[in-house]
């Protein structure tokens, strides 16, 4: 188990090597660091001060060598637009992003989940056909169109919850949350199914299948011919199995969740890092978008982690090899 | 054991398959009865339906297609085929326990044999978990299974496949039974592990006193520890008597081309050992069967009654009935 979490680990550095090493290409090729940097007005002198002062006459291997150190300490440059440094830029943000994504992921997997087992124990009855049939629209259905629906339906026409932003929000810490005001909870209702939605489909599908599957096998029977209660043949025998894939198609929608929380951040004006992104693409403010890359892959990679390690723990073939 | 009270009476038992094909009746029309501690023997080639009337016994077809569409199951004065699921429970595992062909998925994958087995003593006997373990871990001892305490946090694919049966039978015994039904509990391993197997059952039949019914192509086995034998060819009994007679003396053309590449009673060779398959022609579909004799097609002794007319289960002496228009008249 052990050996297993080092292997794992050592796999996402070298991955976030990877992903830094495009980042960095990014950022050379998308014009001269050195004239976005000294500004538009600078004289050649002023510029070329910058490249030495930079670094940037170094060689590509020297250059890169110190862009990841600098990343490894926190520091990312700053802004090009705001002048700020970026990585708190980009931290002030995220709890918001964060919030959202954990919010739409739960929603997603607990309705997911739940409404899988009902709708695999009878696949033919009307109620579940309808389940079934309103998820393919939903996989169907753009996120946009989701959230302006859901904001028409609750936010206009019924007017019970708030159709933008973030509402109340406290620091805990270093941690602007709004999961602790009754205002913050009900914001984040409507971004949340939008942005959980799709996921939420997808997880109901998964596990419909996966337990229509399990539910045939051989040790099932011996469970049904143990004598156990319906609650135990379903829920500890056969949902344990179906969850395997689940669970492990959850964590990399998590990260999928944050990487593409934008667009609903954009629709419900949510404060996260999301909006900050796609601000920075319109004023092609680099070192915020290598940023964010940067972070959006650390964080991905980490979760991918964390549900490896878990995806062990329920699959002991796993675990024991 | 002439007792007209039987433990387990099952009788004139229907259980259908309802599929796009058609109707496949597995099951059609089955009477059969254990008594007490007794050794069952059944068989029957591939598909004949002894293992839907196996699960029939415990209510474990799937339904749909399934459907167990007549009859009567009973065990200690109770119809099983009238209990609702929670009274049922009651039953299964705790008083009428089973065993599968495929020790390799019959246990679960994601969960400890000690955990598995422990859930039957928690569940019928009311135990608290540490409890159940350690009779758990007793119960592998039962089974002859080697550093029970060690083995018994381990997952079923970290056990071999004579492991794992053993497993099995641990568990279905853990409640002592009054029957174990074993489905085919040997098919699916090699020859010198079968014999273990047979061996340690019949080893602890005498412990526990359960009555077992076995599912078995190896007519060898059956000769060597089934007191009463039924013979089953497309959903039906086509004889039953008692082991002996079965095999000195078969009546139906099918159990004469069963018996007829089989070791003689008592001689259990494993090189001579066959399966059931080397009688002429094919087991009918369900699907499609004849209006006669469903042995017709392949019967050497066929008479033209046959062809029309199905033949009924006759008595023909203790305990021996047969069902072939040569032993009877229309
Ligand atoms: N789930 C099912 N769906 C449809 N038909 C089924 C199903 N299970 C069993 N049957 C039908 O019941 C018949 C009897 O099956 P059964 O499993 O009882 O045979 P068997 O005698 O145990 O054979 P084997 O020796 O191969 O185990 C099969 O031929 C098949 O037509
Ligand atoms: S009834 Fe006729 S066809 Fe059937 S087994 Fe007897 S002799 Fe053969
Ligand atoms: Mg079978």
Redesign the interface.
Known sequence: MTTYIIKRLIQGVIVLLAVSFICFLIFRSSGDPAISMAGQYATFQEIEEVRKVFGLDKPFYIQYARFITNAIKGNFGNSFVNKVPVLPLILERLPATVELAVSAIFIAFVLGVGLGVLVSLKPYALRNRFIMAGSLVNISMPTFLTGILLIMLFGVYLNILPPFGRGETVIVGFWRTGFLTLSGVTHLILPAFTLGMYQLAVLLRLTRAGMREVL????I??????????M?VIFK?AL??AL?PVVTMTGLQFGELIAFSFVTELIFQWPGSGNLLLTSIYEQDQPVIVTYIMLAALIILSINILVDILYAI????IR?D | MTNDHHLLEVDHLKTYFYTFEGVAKAVDDVSLFMDEGETLGLVGESGCGKSVTA?SI?R?I?EPPGKIVQGTINFDNTNLLELD?KQL??????RI??I?Q?PM????????IGNQIS??FM??KKLNKKESWERAIEALKAVQIPAPEKRINE?P??LSGGMRQRV?IA?ALSCDPEILIADEPTTALDVTIQAQIIDLMMHLKEDFNAAIMLITHDLGVIAEIAQRVIVMYAGKVVEEGKTKDIFEEPKHPYTKGLLQSVPKLGERSRKERKKLEEIKGIVPSLYELTAGCSFFPRCPEALPICREHIPKLTTIGEFHKVSCWLYSDL
């Open positions: 045939t096998e051989d040790y029977k011996t469970a049904w011919s143990k004598g156990l209660s319906p135990k025998h344990r199995n395997i329920l699959n002991p073939k024991y | 699960q415990i474990l799937p699921l429970r009651k039953f299964r595992g705790n326990s089973m599968f495929e998925t019959s246990l679960n994958p994601v969960f400890t859930e039957m569940l019928h997952y694919h970290q099995m568990m």
